[in-house]
């Protein structure tokens, strides 16, 4: 029933076979499988060395690497400990345990269910704690921050981004180490993590002291964002779309006279001919080498969009089918319907990885683009069947989940390899590990109104937990009517806290828009819809002259952005951490929900309603200074602040 072997403990009963063992510090990995062997991929973890861990036999086993261990009963119920206090079990009701519940449901913690044509589903359940709060998982369009009591789908969608890592106030953190779509409860009377199609279970455990020292051991396994670009850190300009060169050139031009240094300048979609040709349309950007060297100038660096999306009319389209390079349905001919009829290239296929970029290097890094915008990478489907599509590691409820970190792999390897240093991409989506192919993760297509910032406040805040440290959002929101009342209000304050987010980013589709396309044609650069403009100035004077305040902060905490990025790198902190990550024996941060803090030194209080003037801040012991006026206050204590429309309250540690 119980045996030693490579240094696991193993179980097996009933056609189930488990095997738990040392992974990284304070970890422990379970894997079960109702098959004759464990499936042979590592997914998240792979690359992780096994530990060495003390593991007692008898009638019960346990298992134990440094501050948590894991002891298994003779039917096979695991239950987690840190240092002595149990802080996980599973969750079990049936007759064959003596508990003080039904064992009439006959319901198990690790239930296989065999599929039509092979493999399983898997349901995983877990004993739910009242007074548990729940942070991480990536990022959900939801307000609340706590997920205690949420059901989260494990599925890739625009502006949904599952990372399935969860950080619980009872000292551990959880990873889900597997790329099938499925979904999470993290309910009141029991957790149930759920896969549609799986070889196996296989999750990994952390138990320690703070927060910090869980986050420190999960990166160190799943990888950590590369040293982010100081080139990079002050302001990024995109609109929805720039159409020609001589456009781009132009805002760069402003930009330069007006005196406001311009990091990044973003040109969107069809700036190319068809979706998958990977290159320019040379009718309205007929010498990019040009118009990046004049950029470059400036001190502004050129990114450029690449969809996943292949017209069937592309010039790529024959070649990439015939070596399998594309994503398969397995009902219909099509995946993609906008503005053509459209594949997706595989990113889970190495020689497809392979293809695109050889395809984007020829075409814009040879030029000097050395930033991509790797949009609809989740992959975005016209209908998200996730049981019609088929990856080359396997079908996309089996794998999918996968796929936003291979596509930024693909970027990542292929800058690397070309030499280049300071990696940075924007990409849509991602899944655990994407942090360490540079990937800066945005919100998505969003809605431009208060309802979104706050969740877009708790999003950001998740993905940091989830382990990805650089996140933005589209200013203001994606979808807005910049014509409508609050439009003003609402962007100065959207503006305000991208100060202190880890990028600093405008865009959106600013309507309402009637700009006639630049021609006729059905494809190519000039066909395709603009949205108004979305510069700094754009807004009137007013708007202009605060925003262009809080350009100048930005760049005055330069030093500090440093400092907190390269930290990111160095153990996996967030940017943007909750009140609780460095608080942590207080429990009122365990509570903040609407307050962080960038970097260990300042508390950022956002206003994230309209109409609001003052707000209340809850300052940890210590003291701390309101960075606006230099007023002191004692912490341990809640505040009532001023918060004009033209300042966000921030205070700085003392």
């Known amino acids: 029933m119980f045996y030693e072997k490579d240094g696991m403990l193993v ?34 973890l792979e690359g992780a060395a096994k530990g060495k861990a003390k593991i007692t036999l008898g009638e019960s086993a346990e298992i134990v690497n440094g501050k948590i261990s894991a002891r298994v ?61 729940i942070f991480g998982m990536g990022q959900y369009q939801q307000p609340y ?32 180490n597997n790329p099938a779509v499925g979904s999470v409860t993290f309910g009141k009377n029991v957790t149930e993590w759920k896969a549609a199609s799986t070889d196996g279970c296989d999750y990994w455990i952390t138990a320690d002291d703070t927060p910090k020292a869980i986050m420190e051991n999960y990166t160190a396994l799943v990888g950590r964002a590369p040293e982010f670009p100081e080139n990079a850190m002050g302001l990024w300009q995109c609109k929805l779309r720039y159409r020609t060169q001589e456009e781009v050139l132009e805002v760069a031009r402003e930009y330069h006279r007006r005196g406001i240094p311009l990091d990044v300048i973003v040109i969107d979609f069809f700036h190319w001919t068809r979706q998958g040709d990977w290159k320019f349309d040379k009718k309205y950007w007929p010498d990019p080498a040009a118009m990046v060297k004049e950029l470059h100038s400036y001190g502004t660096r050129c990114m450029v969009s690449i969809w996943p999306t292949v017209d069937k009319k592309s010039e790529n389209f024959a070649e990439m089918s015939e070596e399998g390079l594309l994503i398969r349905p397995e009902r219909g001919s099509q995946c993609f319907d906008f503005l053509g009829d459209s594949m997706i290239y595989d990113a889970t296929h190495p020689a497809a990885r392979a293809y695109i970029w050889k395809k984007c290097k020829e075409n814009y890094h040879d030029d000097g683009i050395d930033m991509f915008w790797l949009d609809e990478a989740e992959p975005e489907y016209t209908v998200y069947d996730f049981d019609n599509y088929r990856y080359h590691l396997g079908p996309d409820l089996k794998v999918g ?48 109104n208060f309802e979104s910032l706050r969740d877009q406040f708790a999003a ?37 806290w ?32 603009t949205g108004l403009p979305n510069e700094l100035w754009s807004y009137g004077e007013e708007v202009y002259e605060v925003l262009k305040k809080f350009v100048a902060l930005r760049l005055a905490m330069k030093p500090y952005i440093k400092e907190v990025m390269r930290e990111a790198s160095e153990n996996g902190s967030p940017v943007m951490r909750p009140m609780f990550y460095e608080f942590p024996e207080e429990s009122a ?36 200074k309101d960075i606006r006026d230099g007023k002191e206050f004692a912490g341990g204590a809640f505040v009532t602040v001023s918060a004009p429309l033209d300042e966000i309250p921030v205070f700085e540690k003392l």
């Open 11 to 44: 179980f097996s009963r009933k056609g189930e076979t488990m095997r738990i063992y040392a992974q990284g510090k304070n970890g422990l990995r379970v894997q079960a499988t109702a098959d004759a062997a464990f499936c042979g991929c590592d997914w998240a």
């Open 73 to 133: 009963d003779r039917l096979g119920k695991v239950r987690f400990y840190r240092e002595g206090e149990c802080i996980l079990e599973e969750y079990y009701r049936c007759y064959e345990y003596d508990m003080p519940h039904t064992p009439s449901l006959r319901v198990v913690a690790r239930e296989f269910k065999g599929n039509v044509g092979g493999g399983h589903s898997l349901t995983l359940r877990f004993e739910s704690r009242d007074g548990e709060k």
């Open 145 to 176: 921050f706590d997920l205690k009591g949420c059901t989260l789908e494990l599925a890739q969608r625009n502006s949904q981004v599952s990372v399935p890592f969860a950080l619980s106030s009872l000292g551990y953190g959880f990873l889900w």
């Open 401 to 448: 989940n996968i796929y936003p970190r291979c596509h930024a792999q693909a970027f990542y390897e292929g800058q690397t390899a070309a030499g280049q240093k300071d990696i940075c991409n924007l990409l849509r989506c991602a899944w655990v590990g994407s942090q360490k192919y540079a990937a800066v993760v945005w919100s998505g297509d969003i809605l431009g």
């Open 460 to 496: 950001g805040l998740n993905m940091g937990i989830a382990g990805i440290p650089w996140w933005t959002t589209d200013i203001g929101g994606f979808f807005v009517n910049v014509k409508e009342e609050g439009h003003k209000e609402l962007l100065l304050r959207w503006f305000e």
């Open 498 to 529: 991208a100060v202190f987010c880890p990028v600093l980013r405008m865009h959106g589709d600013k309507g309402p828009s009637d700009i006639p396309p630049l021609d006729e044609r059905e494809y190519g650069g000039g066909f395709c819809h």
């Open 589 to 624: 941060c365990w509570d903040a929900a609407d307050q962080y803090m960038f970097g260990s030194r300042y508390l950022v209080a956002p206003v994230l309603y309209a109409g609001m003037r003052e707000r209340r801040v809850y300052l940890p012991a210590g003291k701390w």
